[in-house]
């Protein structure tokens, strides 16, 4: 399909469809240069007006920095390597993103362009890092949220997706298709809860966050304080059994024997086919009262596996947004 042109400057791709001209599109540069009043109700102008009243508050706070910068030349080059990466050329895009990155450190831009690189190449950590990057240099790019939602919905980290898809729908334009499927992902996830009897979307994200780092306190043999994040999380899902399965490991790593078998009876309450209950339950019946837990061959649970199987299996198609202005 032949590139269209601005409409504008004629000379590079239109991207964005100006609000102004009914729709036909104009590239970065000529967006930025004749942005004014009369474009109310775009996106983009609503992005850039938040931006700026963010960057004036903060002129009296000197101990705080707001450090994002627009520039429609290394947006377009992102652009440019971001095509060449959907043609399939990762050598070529890798290098030009990365040498935008290293030139440009400063520019929300450059991370997310590198953000959508290590997504692609399905490097979700670093994706994630990157991305995470771009939006809080500049925190109402929507499609940076978006794309950051979907890579913590392929890590299974339900809580901080719902969080990015809600920030793309609250910063983007709810005629933007990435924004109806952010709202739709974080409905059906929503359902799922409901329909599975667990909590809210707000205290699944709270109890998600405080569940993974119980989990970290408990592999970094900090049982006590591993105990009261668990304890924390059953305030917020109450019939969560890896949190009492965890809790069953925390008191057998302590030796306390009775106390892990009744933790683990718990969470074979809840879930009698819950299979890493089982398993460390027999290990904890053969020690003595005060005999600790050996590590070997523990089985432990980071998160909500259920929901985490049940999202997998019924997941709805979504695609990473790959192009500046999807």
Avoid at 221 to 243: C, D, I, K, M, V
Avoid at 249 to 254: G, R, V
């Amino acid at each position: 399909m032949k590139t269209r042109k601005c409409v504008i400057c004629t000379k590079v791709r239109g991207k964005r469809g100006c609000f102004r001209r009914d729709g036909e599109l104009i590239c970065p540069r000529c967006c930025a240069e004749i942005r004014g009043q009369e474009c109310a109700g775009c996106p983009y102008y609503t992005q850039a007006e938040r931006y700026e009243a963010d960057r004036i508050s903060k002129k009296s706070m000197p101990s705080e920095t707001f450090t994002a910068r627009i520039d429609p030349e290394i947006e377009e080059q992102v652009d440019q390597a971001l095509i060449v990466l959907e043609k399939g050329d990762t050598v070529t895009a890798e290098f030009r993103l990365k040498s935008l990155l290293r030139d440009n450190p400063d520019l929300y831009i450059t991370h997310y362009g590198m953000g959508a690189f290590y997504a692609l190449k399905n490097e979700l950590d670093q994706a994630q890092i990157c991305l995470s990057r771009a939006v809080e240099i500049f925190p109402y790019f929507a499609l940076a949220w978006y794309n950051l939602g979907i890579v913590y919905k392929e890590k299974s980290l339900l809580g901080q997706m719902v969080m990015a898809f809600r920030n793309a729908a609250k910063y983007g334009s709810p005629e933007e298709e990435f924004v109806k499927e952010a709202r739709r992902l974080v409905r059906s996830f929503e359902q799922q809860l409901e329909e599975t009897g667990g909590p809210t979307l707000d205290d699944y994200a709270r109890g998600e966050k405080r569940f993974g780092d119980a989990f970290e306190e408990m592999k970094n043999g900090h049982y006590e304080e591993a105990l009261a994040g668990f304890r924390e999380t059953l305030e917020l899902h109450p019939n969560n059994e890896q949190s009492y399965g965890n809790m069953g490991l925390c008191y057998a790593a302590l030796g306390q024997r009775h106390k892990a078998l009744e933790f683990f009876d718990k969470a074979l309450e809840i879930a009698p086919d819950y299979e890493p209950a089982s398993i460390n339950r027999a290990m904890v019946e053969r020690l003595e009262e005060g005999e600790k837990l050996p590590r070997k061959g523990v089985l432990e649970i980071q998160y909500y596996k259920d929901l985490q199987e049940k999202s997998a299996r019924a997941k709805p198609t979504s695609k990473l947004r790959k192009m500046l202005g999807a």
